[in-house]
């Protein structure tokens, strides 16, 4: 009855005043975060305004030193520095000047891979130290702590098609020039064995024009083509970079090569064509290869294109060995995020589209500087290979192309290309490196024909001319082999792994198609 009482007389309800007190309280918070976030962006406005007018301070250097450089040598960093204080760089400069310039010295002090990322930078008033510095003088110190000079590991290592185990010596900053010597020895799973020796050093202190000697050994196993290729030789390497303003990397690498090749271990099935190329052969050969990449991930590409192009000359003019020939591919490739409305609205679906083309060209020369003299047929470890789980999947190892019995001998020309789609896999979300596939490939890989006559197998200019020209004309004559199917992508940071279930459509005679499950494992994929 109290109760009643006090409601009838129009005193307030307790958990109604609390209410009111809560909301009342629940304002003033609101308004004092307010408050301070626009006290924060004030803060922050003439943060940028005070960070702004000092930039554009007047600033020169007086004095640079580095610290911590025990091993390396004050030549090599001279060139390194030289741009800070050059006189273009120091007349006339400001503060942002001088932060710019040091960005970029960090910069390529972080490329030659020998200093710890991020060194230290300290910039101090000149006058300090000297008292008859100008105003505007600054003395800098840079602090780097150098990477371990012996690096030695072992483990496994994924490349096309094959599994190995290697171990790795680095020998880094050798003579204190940013120098390395890399030595490895690797065993695999179609590589029976693999030996080289690197020695690298940058050019004139530049950490993206690189000069590079190696050694290298190897013997591999090619059972599609029912033989063992041993390989023996060196190469010579000039690799470097070119950078756009937006900061993108575009590389090129120009080398040359001297190899003592041999087809050996030939099975008691290997063809009279394997058999006619089993021996030794050398091969000395120029060769330059660009590549543009502007993926987001190469293993999983959601996003950006691929550009890639290759050139060899080999045998022609003053090359010498016993082959000679001229020999072109270009790679293309590309990728498209999907955005599906009302789905994943927060970020990425993880649905993309992709489509690659890849083609490629040899053409038999003329030994010395004759372009018009005798020319001998491609051989089988110099011409193109093609079908497998990494490049048209739903075909054998080497399934596409010319053959003779049961070998791949592969051939001259060729043209491939494949579109797919990567979906996210349920309830494991768009993050995961793990995706469902869909996949439609095709190729053709055609021989030169070179209508060998009574004489020998020598042709003349105008004999490969024409087959050339005739086995182009075959590439695009009809149908190409082709397959679709579906299966699963995981995308490791080392290599890309692929489960598919494959269906041929199209295979033309001879050819060795696969359908049914393939596994790929590779870091180069169609």
């Not at 660009?290 to 003053?318: C, H, I, V």
């Not at 940071?493 to 199209?506: D, H, I, M, Y």
């Amino acid at each position: 009855m109290a109760f009643l009482n006090s409601s009838v007389s129009g005193e307030p309800d307790p958990i109604v005043k609390l209410h009111k007190e809560a909301e009342v309280l629940q304002g003033e918070v609101q308004k004092h975060e307010e408050i301070e976030k626009m006290h924060q962006i004030e803060a922050e406005q003439r943060m940028r305004a005070l960070l702004l007018d000092n930039l554009q301070h007047p600033a020169t250097i007086n004095s640079i030193e580095v610290h911590g450089a025990k091993n390396t040598r004050k030549g090599f960093l001279d060139p390194v520095l030289q741009p800070l204080v050059a006189e273009s760089r120091n007349a006339g400069t400001t503060l942002g000047d001088v932060l710019q310039g040091l960005r970029e010295v960090t910069d390529k002090l972080n490329r030659f891979d020998i200093f710890h990322p991020e060194p230290q930078v300290t910039l101090s008033d000149a006058r300090a130290a000297d008292p008859h510095a100008a105003a505007t003088d600054l003395d800098i110190a840079i602090r780097v702590r150098e990477k371990s000079r012996l690096i030695f590991k072992a483990g496994t290592d994924v490349g096309n098609a094959e599994g190995s185990a290697y171990t790795n010596g680095l020998l880094r900053n050798i003579f204190g020039g940013g120098e390395s010597l890399s030595v490895s020895a690797s065993a695999g799973t179609r590589t029976r064995s693999a030996y080289s020796a690197s020695f690298t050093t940058p050019v004139n202190s530049n950490p993206d024009l690189q000069f590079s000697l190696e050694g290298l050994a190897s013997s591999t196993q090619k059972p599609w083509a029912s033989h063992e290729e041993v390989v023996k030789g060196g190469n010579a390497r000039l690799a470097w970079l070119s950078r756009s303003s937006s900061g993108a990397v575009d590389t090129h690498t120009v080398s040359y090569l001297q190899a003592w090749r041999q087809l050996t271990g030939l099975t008691s099935t290997a063809s009279p064509t394997i058999r006619a190329d089993a021996g030794d052969s050398v091969k000395s050969s120029l060769s330059h290869v660009f590549t543009r990449d502007r993926r987001d991930n190469p293993m999983l590409p959601q996003n950006g294109y691929l550009l890639k192009a290759s050139s060899e000359l080999a045998g022609w003019g003053p090359l010498g060995g016993d082959v000679s020939f001229t020999k072109y591919e270009v790679e293309a490739s590309g990728a498209k995020p999907i955005y599906i409305p009302g789905l994943h609205s927060d970020g990425p679906s993880g649905i993309s589209v992709g489509a690659g083309l890849r083609l490629g060209a040899l053409y038999p020369l003329p030994f010395g500087y004759s372009l018009t003299g005798k020319a001998m047929p491609s051989r089988v470890n110099d011409r193109f290979q093609l079908g497998g789980p990494t490049d048209v999947r739903g075909f054998t190892q080497g399934g596409l192309g010319p053959r003779h019995g049961a070998d791949a001998v592969g051939g001259d020309v060729y043209a491939a290309g494949g579109v797919n789609m990567l979906l996210p896999l349920p309830r494991v979300g768009p993050a995961s490196p793990l995706r469902l596939q869909l996949f439609a490939n095709g190729g053709r890989l055609v021989a030169l024909n070179s209508n060998e006559s009574s004489k020998g197998p020598a042709m003349d200019s105008k004999t490969v001319y024409n087959g050339m020209k005739s086995a182009v004309g075959e590439l695009f004559n009809g149908l190409p082999s082709m397959a679709a199917g579906f299966g699963l992508v995981y995308a490791h940071p080392v290599a890309r792994f692929e489960l598919n279930f494959s269906l041929p459509l199209v295979t033309r005679r001879g050819e060795e198609s696969r359908k049914g499950l393939q596994v790929g494992v590779g870091i180069n994929f169609l």
